[in-house]
Structures are given as C-alpha cells and as structure tokens.
C-alpha cells in the first residue's frame, strides 16, 4: 500500500467535509418537516414507534384500517378529532411519516460513507472520535423524538413544550457540532484567517450562545402555541409587558409554562439579538478581516436582520404555516451562522 501524498490527504478531508455539510442540510430539511409537522397538528398520528420494522407505510386497506383504530384510541382523536375520518388521518399520517421516514434516511447518509472512510484508513488523527459522537446524538434525537411524542399519548393531546425544545436543542447541537468539524475539515489554511482581539471573539461567542438560548425561547412559544396570542408588534396589544406576564406562582411556571411571558421572552430575546449583531457588526467594520471573515460577519447580520423581519410578519399574520416553518428554519442558520464566524474570528488553537 503506497503512502498518501498531502494532496490525496487533503482531497479526502474535503470529500469528508462536502459529506458532512450534505448531512447537515439533511438535518436541517428534517427541522424544517418537523415543524410544519408540528404546525398542521400531525405528530401524534402514528402512536407506535418501531425504529427498525417502520420503513414502508400502510400498503393496503386493511392496514390503513389498523393504524387508524390505533390512532382512535389516542387521547388527540378522542379529545379533539373525534369526528376525523380515514381521508382526514391519511393527511396527518403521511407528515408524521415523512418525518421518520426522512430520520431514517440521514441516519443511512451518516452511517454507510461513515464505515466506508473507516474502513478505507481515510481518518485524520482525532475524527474517528468525532464522527462515532455524531452517531451517537443521531441516536439519541430519534430517542427524544419517541420521547416527546410520547409525551402527547397519555391524557392532554398535545406534546410536552420541554421535551419538544429539548428535541429542537438536540437537533441544534447536531447541526453546529457537524458543521464545526466540517469547517475544520474544509478550511485548513491558518493564513486565510486575521488574528482579531480576544474582546470581539468572545463577543462573537457571546452571539453563539445568546442565538442559541434565543432558538429555545422559540420552542417554547411553538410547544405552548404561544404565537397566537398578542399578535400585534412592537407592543404586546398596547404594552411592552403585558399585564398577564409574570402572573402565575413560580418563576418556573412563568418562564415555561405561561404564555403571555414564554411570548414576551421570545420577543425580547429576539430584540437583544438584532442589537447585539449590529453592534457586532460595527465594531467588525473596522478591522481588516480576510475576506472569509468578512462573509461570515455579513452573513449572519443578513440572516439576523431577515429572521427578525420574518419572525414579526410570522406574528402579525397569525402563525402562517409556511412563514412558521421559515422562522423556524430560520432560527437555525442564525445559530449556524454565528458558529462559522466564531470559527472565523477564533485562534488557531480553537480549531
């Protein structure tokens, strides 16, 4: 076996970068399934979970006849879809489906190409660690997913607001912890990057983390419907805090479970975000960052200020699906994107 040269190592990281960029675009098709799931009221269709046999759909009447008798005997069709018939289940089934469906499909992209550079010796030193993790969170946010579904076949017929913000945050950490070692794999060349002041890399961190905790806000606000409610901006109909904020026992219920505050949290997080990027993007201005810097600073102020104009038109016209599932999408580039700057901006040492 003849020794790779530093040309052939370098085509197979970025063969490997392209797959785990592909990947992630899957992930992320799969947030945004998950949400017009989630919108058009569809997730508790299926109410059993079979991860292996569960690839094909009902193929025939009969089957079709089953899983409906099994959906009928949920707590969504006797509490809320009594009257729903075949036509009217076919129409939820098949997004519920689609989304599982669609899981099993990444989870197939990540594994086969997975083994296959394993096995071809294409590891960089430390990957191999790297990947098996990713493996494991796919397995884990399948887990989650039949954890909060779950969560809506007991007594109340809907889903757990904290088991689906923790299934939105499980899928937020695949996605940024992908694209982290993609970018790693993809952009070797310490000499394409700036050193920039340990100030503005920590501010860019403080970005990450403030748009992370922003996208949670938002699974609440989707687990409680709370979009549906004050639909009017920049007051919350005729005040900054609604009277109804802040009104119940504990400050637990308040900050997850009471929607004028999981609302009015959302907004103001949201806000903060919109200024702390801008102020980002001034200071950022004044530097002579190297043109990739440079994309990744634009870029996440672009994704910011679009996020926060669709996320205001998503409220003023009442939770459209389309504009929903966007928001909710969009939520995740604002994260992706203030991770590749703080990739950007960080030391050497941080790759």
């Known amino acids: ?32 399934l998950g949400g017009v799931t989630r919108l058009t009221h569809s997730g508790l269709s299926m109410v059993e979970w079979k991860p292996v046999t569960g690839w094909l759909p009902p193929l025939n009447d009969a089957e079709w006849m089953a899983v409906f008798e099994k959906y009928q005997t949920s707590p969504e069709f006797q509490k809320v879809n009594h009257g729903m018939e075949l036509p009217g289940f076919k129409a939820i089934f098949w997004f519920e489906f689609m989304h599982r469906l669609w899981g099993r499909i990444i989870g197939v992209a990540f594994f086969v190409p997975f083994v296959f ?73 310490k000499k394409d990057r700036r050193p920039v002041s340990k100030g503005l890399w920590r501010y860019a961190i403080g970005n990450a983390g403030w ?22 901006f920049p007051l919350m109909d005729g005040s900054f805090i609604p009277p109804d904020a802040y009104a119940l026992g504990s400050l637990k219920e308040n900050l997850f479970e009471d929607i004028a505050t999981v609302q009015f949290n959302h907004r103001l997080l949201a806000e903060c975000l919109f200024v702390f990027v801008a102020v980002f993007w001034f200071r950022a201005r004044r530097i002579d960052l190297a043109p990739r ?59």
């Open 1 to 32: 076996m003849t020794t790779p040269t530093e040309a052939d190592l370098r085509h197979r990281q970025v063969i490997m970068a392209y797959w785990l960029f592909v990947v992630i675009a899957m992930v992320f098709a799969m947030v945004i």
């Open 117 to 189: 550079f394993l096995a071809r010796g294409w590891m960089v030193r430390g990957l191999t660690p790297k990947l098996s993790f990713m493996l494991v969170l796919g397995g884990l946010q399948g887990l989650m997913g039949w954890y909060m579904v779950k969560s809506g076949l007991v007594d109340r017929p809907d889903v757990s607001q904290y088991r689906l913000t923790a299934h939105f945050s499980l899928a937020l950490i695949i996605i940024g912890y992908m694209e982290w070692v993609a970018l790693g794999l993809l952009f070797t060349d």
């Open 211 to 232: 748009a992370f905790v922003t996208a949670l806000s938002g699974g609440f606000v989707a687990g409680l419907d709370a979009g549906f409610a004050y639909n009017t």
């Open 293 to 351: 810097q440079r994309l990744a600073v634009n870029t996440l102020t672009g994704i910011v200020v679009a996020q926060v104009a669709l996320g205001i038109t998503t409220l003023l016209l009442v939770i459209p699906v389309p504009l929903a599932a966007a928001h909710q999408a969009g939520a995740v580039m604002v994260f992706a994107a203030a991770l590749w700057v703080v990739r950007e901006l960080g030391p050497a040492q941080a790759d």
